[in-house]
């Protein structure tokens, strides 16, 4: 039976590749501007990002990662209803920006909140496939964590306060589009294919993670895991790359952009085999799809004719490369329990490819011969979107589990307390004999599904 339906992605994959426009305009601003046969197709997006996982998944937890899409895509139309929306594009389309800092310095939109006119529900429209997908990574990568009303609540926040936020900033009149005129930082903070929007949320989901307890390494694990249902992973990759290229900004220089990915993805898929046929003798089908995914977004910051093809195809390469070693790294060295691949995907890689621009892009970047402003302009980027989707989760997550442990630790103290004056023969106190009404907190409950 699952056999049956895994194979309705297949005419699915036929209407698709029917769709005659493969750009969605660059700016949501009309009914008219969103064509609906690209819109459908970038929905290809998520739902390939999905097969890949679940062909990654083994045993029970494939139907669990199944059900996510789905998830993720109600948490995006709910998110987007509440606030995301506005907090995202308020300034740039509603004329709302908040500047406490002078203008320039936007830090987010404040307008457009549970509204519904025709023009905030194209923008939703337009933003919910990459929303879906940024939705993705705390709902999966925290499976087995936390309580599964967690994983939901930890993505409802991504979407409804840290995605929006970023958003506005990189592209929805906030400060770091506008580097260049406040600071003299090149064109500022440039992210043309919006990779830092799912960035934040991955961080965010590393965060919690790096907070929560985790479990010991494997000694034995070997450095990559076999995809379980390889066709799954295959033909995820390729419903992804298709989706995405369906995201691409629409202009002039869009075939540009969709060469310039294809010769990446390229280069990823090429030297993901090769290391697979150097770790084990064959080439692995699950690296090489998630590696697609790989090559288009290591390239999809810098704008259409930034990148040469041979700098794309190398990007790729190195991407490709290093897919398998970063899984590794948070699987077992970090001793995350995560071979999904998607704090290395869009995690790392996504933030390797922000700072492409100010390296290789012809416009500004530091090895084709400019100065660092553009270089400057995307690391103090990618250190504020840190700050914002990492290091912040983390610390609230932290001090949450903190606060929770305080009445387990009272109790033990007490108990402690009345041990110390038995042996020596003194009666308690009646503070010491006193119960802390809050029940103990059990700090391995947040590793039950």
Known sequence: MKRGISFLWAPLLMLA???????APATPVAGNDLATSAYLLAWLWPAGLALVLVGISEGWSISDVAAM????????????????????????????????????????????????SELVSVAMLYDLPRLTVALLPPLVVL????????????????????????????????????????????????????????????????????????????????ELRP?????????????????????????DGNIVLVVTTLWAAAGAVLFAAFYG??????????????????????????????????AAFVLGALAGLALAPLIY?????LRLRE???????????????????????????????????????????LLALGLWGGVLPWAVTTLARAVSALPAQLRERAEQERLRLAAVGQEPSAEALTPVDAPPADDESLNRP
């Open 69 to 116: 899409l789905p998830i993720a895509m109600a948490l995006a139309v709910l998110a987007e209803l509440l606030s995301a929306f506005g907090l995202h594009y308020g300034g740039a389309l509603l004329g709302a920006e908040w500047e406490p800092f002078g203008p320039g310095w936007g830090l987010l939109g404040h307008a457009g909140l549970l509204a519904s």
């Open 277 to 310: 046929w150097l770790s084990r003798g064959a080439v692995e089908p699950g690296l090489i799809g998630r590696g697609l995914l790989a090559g288009a977004l290591v390239v999809a910051a810098a704008p259409a004719g930034e990148l040469s093809l041979l």
């Open 339 to 381: 071979q999904s691949g998607l704090l290395a995907l869009l995690g790392v890689i996504g933030a390797l490819a922000l700072l492409v621009p100010g390296l290789l892009g012809a416009g500004g970047g530091l090895l084709t011969g400019h100065d660092g402003g553009q270089l400057y302009a995307q690391a103090l980027g």
């Open 227 to 251: 995809a379980y249902l390889p066709l799954h992973v295959l033909l995820g990759g390729v419903l992804g790359l298709l989706g995405w290229l369906a995201l691409l900004p629409g202009s």
């Open 143 to 222: 499976r087995g964590r936390v309580w599964p009303w967690a994983r939901y609540l930890v993505a409802l926040i991504c979407g409804i306060l840290l995605y929006p936020v970023a958003g506005n900033w990189v592209d929805g009149g906030g400060w770091l589009a506008r580097l260049g005129d406040t600071l003299g930082l090149g064109a500022g903070f440039v992210d043309a294919g919006l990779v830092s929007l799912p960035l934040v949320t991955t961080l965010a989901t590393l965060g919690v993670a790096l907070a929560l307890p985790r479990g010991h390494a494997t000694p034995d694990a070997p």
């Open 17 to 23: 590749l029917e769709m005659p426009v493969w750009a």
């Open 329 to 333: 790294l948070f699987d077992q060295s």
